[in-house]
């Protein structure tokens, strides 16, 4: 897993201050919403991270801190999740490969460059249809 915590150094090229635009104001506050301070943390080889298990999807935790956790499945050709739910909103996103993603009321076919944002405790199963890797992304309550 490569990570990148990076913030750059103010004034340095290609940093948030390079690309301010002066007529991009807050009009509220008189000046450009938003911090220079923070962290950025960019994941890569997300992708093949885990390998799946003869039975089940292999999964890696991919990024994890108080207010988000981002966890990629593995699946092989076929492979199901079965019904289940998460306790926190989730947000869904297909990296390559292609699922039937089942709810309460209908199924929903999901391929690359699509999201699906599930409310807390809803019901749902996977299955894969192709090899695939998908994220999700567990939005957890801040405390």
Do not use: C, N, Y
């Amino acid at each position: 897993m490569a990570t990148e915590d990076a913030a750059p150094a103010p004034g340095a090229a290609g940093s948030a201050a390079d690309s301010r635009e002066p007529g991009r104001e807050d009009r509220e506050h008189g000046r450009r919403a938003g911090t220079d301070e923070g962290t950025a943390t960019h994941h890569t080889d997300v992708i093949g991270r885990a390998d799946p298990a003869a039975e089940r999807p292999g999964a890696s935790i991919v990024h994890q801190d108080e207010t988000t956790k981002i966890v990629a499945f593995e699946f092989g050709e076929g492979q199901e999740l079965p019904d289940h739910a998460a306790f926190h909103p989730v947000l869904i996103q297909i990296l390559r490969g292609r699922v039937d993603f089942g709810l309460p009321d209908r199924t929903i076919r999901l391929q690359p460059g699509e999201i699906l944002h599930l409310t807390p405790k809803l019901r749902h199963w996977v299955r894969a249809l192709e090899p695939t890797t998908l994220t999700v992304t567990m939005l957890l309550p801040r405390e």
